[in-house]
C-alpha cells in the first residue's frame, strides 16, 4: 500500500492551464497533489483526502473559493489556505484576510512565490504538530501526577489532570467540558475571602500577588457534599518565555483540622469550653471598633469560695461546668460566652438593646438560682452586672462600667442585676 506523504495539497483553479501548471511547480517535491476545477468537487475532495494546504481561487464554479474555505474547515480546521487570485477585487479579497487565509499569490503563479508560501505552510504545520505532541506529552504527564494540577493559558484554565477531576466527581478533562464545568465552580474561599465565582478570579488572586506566597483555596468535594470542603495549598510555576502555567494543589485539610483545633484550644477555657479572657477581649475590641449596638452581661456565682471550701474542688468544677451548659441554653447562638476568670464569666450580646440584654441577665440568674448542681445540696445564685456600649466608649472603658455594676450587685445582697 503506498506510504502517505507528510505533505498534501489540493489545488483548485477553474482553467486547467493554472491547475497543470502549480502541479508541475509543486510535483518534484514529497508532496501529495491533488486538484479540482469547482468549488463543488473540491469540498468532496476535502472530505475524502483531509489536505493540508489547500490552494484555491476566490472565483470558482458552483462553490466560490470563500464559502470552500468555510465549509472546508469543518471538515478539516487546521487547514493552511493560500488565495491564488486573479483580476484584482479588493471586497473579495477582505473577505478572504477575514478567514484567516494564510497567503495571498497573484495569477499566474510565480513560482518562486508559491514554492515559498507552501514551505511557509509546511512550516506552520509542523510547528503545530510539534506543539500539539509536547501539549498532548505535557498532559499525559500530568495524569500521572499523583496530586492535583491544572494547566492555565493566561488567565484560562485549559486542561485539569485526572486527579484534580476524579476529586471534582469525573473521570477527566474531558469529562468536565461535556458538562462545561471547571475548578472555580467548586471553590468556597480563596485565603479568608469568599469566593466571587468569576472563573478567572481565584487565578489573578494568586499570580498577581505582590508578595509570592503560597495560598490556601477551600474547593467543596461534590463526591462527599455534606463533608467539610477540603483545604488545598496551592503553589504554580510559569513556562519560560509563555503564559502558560502549571498550578499544583497539596490537600492540607487534616493540617488545617490540627491548626484549627490547636486555635481553639488556646482560645477556650479548658474546664468551661467557653471563650477565654484573651480571645473574648480580642473579640470585644473588634465588635467596638465595628461601631453598632451591642451589650455585655458579667456575672459571678455568689460564695463560690464555700462551695470549694466545703464540697470540694471537683465538685466546684463540676459547677463551673453546668453553669456553663446553662447560659449556652438561654443566649443567642451568636452570643458571645466566656470565662473572665474564676467564677465570673461575661456575655457579650450584638445587636441587642438594654431591655433584651436584661430580660437575659435576669433568665440567666433565675435558671442558675433554680438548678440543682451536682454535689451541691443546697441553693447556689449568681450576681450580674449589664451594661450597653456607649458610643465612644472603648472597650476597657465597658468592661470597668460593667464590672461596677456586678459589684454594685454584690454589695446590695446578691442574686440580683445591676444596670450601669
Not at 112 to 141: F, G, I, P, T, W
Amino acid at each position: 500500500m503506498k506510504r502517505k506523504r507528510q505533505l498534501s495539497i489540493l489545488i483548485v483553479q477553474q482553467e486547467e492551464y493554472e491547475r497543470d501548471r502549480m502541479i508541475s511547480l509543486l510535483e518534484k517535491a514529497n508532496i501529495d497533489i491533488w486538484s479540482a476545477c469547482d468549488g463543488h468537487e473540491a469540498l468532496e475532495m476535502i472530505q475524502d483526502h483531509e489536505p493540508n494546504i489547500l490552494i484555491t481561487d476566490i472565483t470558482l464554479p458552483k462553490i466560490d473559493g470563500l464559502e470552500l474555505i468555510k465549509q472546508g474547515r469543518e471538515y478539516c480546521p487546521n487547514m493552511k489556505v493560500i488565495i491564488a487570485f486573479g483580476p484584482y477585487n479588493p471586497k473579495a479579497l477582505v473577505q478572504a484576510v477575514e478567514l484567516s487565509v494564510d497567503a495571498f499569490i497573484k495569477l499566474p503563479v510565480d513560482g518562486s512565490r508559491l514554492r515559498n508560501s507552501v514551505m511557509q505552510c509546511a512550516r506552520d504545520l509542523a510547528l503545530a504538530r510539534r506543539m500539539a505532541e509536547a501539549d498532548y506529552s505535557l498532559k499525559q504527564l500530568l495524569d500521572f501526577f499523583p496530586s492535583p494540577a491544572l494547566l492555565v493559558d493566561g488567565m484560562n484554565v485549559t486542561y485539569h489532570n485526572r486527579p484534580l477531576a476524579n476529586f471534582l466527581g469525573h473521570a477527566n478533562h474531558e469529562g468536565m467540558g461535556k458538562v462545561d464545568v471547571g475548578l472555580e465552580d467548586f471553590i468556597i474561599k480563596v485565603g479568608e475571602e469568599a469566593y466571587s465565582g468569576h472563573p478567572s478570579a481565584w487565578i489573578k488572586t494568586i499570580v498577581t500577588d505582590q508578595l509570592d506566597r503560597d495560598h490556601v483555596v477551600q474547593i467543596e468535594n461534590p463526591r462527599h457534599p455534606d463533608s467539610r470542603p477540603n483545604t488545598f495549598n496551592v503553589t504554580f510555576n510559569q513556562f519560560p518565555g509563555s503564559d502558560l502555567r502549571l498550578f499544583s494543589f497539596q490537600d492540607i485539610s487534616g493540617l488545617e483540622d490540627e491548626r484549627a483545633h490547636l486555635e481553639d484550644e488556646a482560645s477556650t477555657d479548658p474546664l468551661t469550653k467557653a471563650l477565654n479572657r484573651r480571645s473574648f477581649m480580642r473579640q470585644l475590641s473588634q465588635v467596638t471598633l465595628a461601631g453598632g449596638t451591642f451589650s455585655l452581661i458579667m456575672f459571678d456565682i455568689d460564695h463560690f469560695k464555700s462551695v470549694n471550701d466545703t464540697y470540694g474542688h471537683d465538685v466546684g468544677d463540676a459547677v463551673l461546668r453546668e453553669i456553663s451548659a446553662l447560659v449556652r441554653d438561654n443566649i443567642r447562638e451568636n452570643d458571645t460566652f466566656a470565662r473572665w476568670g474564676g467564677e465570673e464569666f461575661m456575655v457579650l450580646s450584638a445587636k441587642s438593646t438594654m431591655k433584651r440584654t436584661k430580660r437575659v441577665a435576669e433568665r440567666l440568674r433565675t435558671a442558675i438560682a433554680e438548678f440543682s448542681f451536682t454535689g451541691v445540696p443546697r441553693q447556689i445564685t449568681s450576681s450580674f452586672g449589664v451594661a450597653i456600649h456607649v458610643e465612644g466608649e472603648t472597650s476597657e472603658e465597658m468592661v470597668k462600667r460593667v464590672d461596677e455594676g456586678l459589684y454594685e450587685a454584690k454589695d446590695t445582697g446578691r442574686n440580683k442585676v445591676v444596670i450601669r
